[in-house]
């Protein structure tokens, strides 16, 4: 099984800054088959990012994801008070899928 | 955009059984693997089951094999999850995804299980 850790556990940004969030696996990940969540308080989650940097339709192009192998990012540029939430990595590579435990970024 | 309505959520007492079900009007159902994810409350989310788009296949995490299982009508456009021998630790709100090569990319707004006496 593969293990998704994710850092900071919470982030604290000022409007209009940049914020960064990691996720790393305890194995490759193939393919980079690795996603990015975001979930709002009382909302199921909404897909940001597949393939581990194409942003899903919809999506801003202030979220972009990168990385490869064991060590992903999801950076959020210019954040903005709608940008409030939990985020969660999780692969797709193998069974079973797995997601990381979340970073919440305040704003 | 995808609607995908779960529902058969409830209050179940430990050992008893529960069924859910997910339905959509809004896209070639049979086409896609299909998802359940739970999320324990102020937890993460968990992976729990897929089905192939045939109805054919079936993948559970551990923790539920043997006391899960999922299906599909692709006629009647649902997906349900039987679950039996429940336990306080199924407690979460039980969400359906539709799945695009691997990909949850779209999910349905959940219905709560709860596990207690």
Redesign the interface.
């Known amino acids: 099984e593969i293990v998704l850790t994710q850092s900071p556990g919470t982030l604290s940004v000022s409007p209009g800054e940049g914020a960064t969030l990691s996720c790393r696996a305890s194995q490759n990940i193939g393919h980079n088959?690795l996603?990015w969540?975001q979930?709002k308080p009382g909302q199921?989650?909404?897909?940001l990012v597949?393939?581990a940097s194409t942003r899903?339709t919809g999506i801003p192009d202030r979220f972009s994801g990168s990385g490869s192998g064991t060590d992903f990012t999801l950076t959020i540029s210019e954040v903005g008070p709608e940008d409030s939430a939990m985020y969660?990595c999780?692969h797709?590579s193998s069974?079973?899928?797995?997601?990381?435990?979340?970073t919440k970024v305040e704003i | 955009e995808v609607h995908l309505v779960e529902s058969g959520g409830d209050l179940v007492q430990p050992g008893g059984s529960l069924r859910l079900s997910c339905t959509t009007s809004d896209f070639n159902f049979y086409h896609f693997d299909l998802t359940w994810v739970r999320q324990a409350p102020g937890k993460g989310l968990e992976w729990v089951a897929t089905m192939d788009p045939l109805g054919v296949i079936e993948y559970y995490v551990d923790s539920v094999k043997g006391r899960f299982t999922v299906s599909r009508n692709n006629a009647g456009r649902s997906l349900s999850l039987q679950m039996n021998n429940l336990r306080d630790e199924d407690t979460a709100i039980y969400y359906c995804a539709r799945e695009t090569l691997g990909v949850l990319d779209s999910w349905g707004q959940g219905t709560l299980v709860t596990v207690s006496s």
Do not use: I, M
């Not at chain 1, 199921?44 to 897909?47: E, F, K, W």
């Not at chain 1, 069974?95 to 979340?102: E, N």
């Open positions: 088959y996603a969540f979930q199921s989650p909404r897909l597949y393939g899903a969660f999780q797709y069974l079973p899928r797995t997601f990381g435990q979340g």
